[in-house]
Nanobody, 117 residues
């Protein structure tokens, strides 16, 4: 069973970069059985898919966020990270990391990240 744990700052100032890390246990992020995504949920709104990193390190992003989003990984630590630049208060949300497999998917608990001065 895959387990995911997000970590990162709970508060970020406008115009800064929000960086969150997802630590994975139970399987390797280099396995082709899963893709590894970031998904967020702003207060009172639905889920928004942000981007994904595949087993080979290739990445794909939501068109609406592509210019501000990157995803990196550290295979030695079995972690992948989200970097969202030039944040505004509209980027305040609960941020989830997700492992999507053929049979099922797994979610982290999702920390709240708040953008405020």
């Amino acid at each position: 069973q895959v387990q995911l744990q997000e970590s990162g700052p709970g508060l970020v100032k406008p115009s800064q970069t929000l960086s969150l890390t997802c630590t994975v246990s139970g399987d390797s992020i280099t396995t082709s059985q899963y893709t590894w995504s970031w998904i967020r949920q702003p207060p009172g709104k639905g889920l928004e898919w942000m981007g994904v990193i595949a087993y080979d390190g290739s990445t794909y992003f939501s068109p609406s966020l592509k210019s501000r989003t990157s995803i990196s990984r550290d295979t030695s630590k079995n972690q992948f990270s989200l970097h969202l630049s030039s944040v505004t208060p509209e980027d305040t949300a609960v941020y989830f990391c997700n492992a999507d497999g053929d049979a099922r998917d797994y979610w982290g608990k999702g920390p709240q990240a708040t953008v405020s001065s």
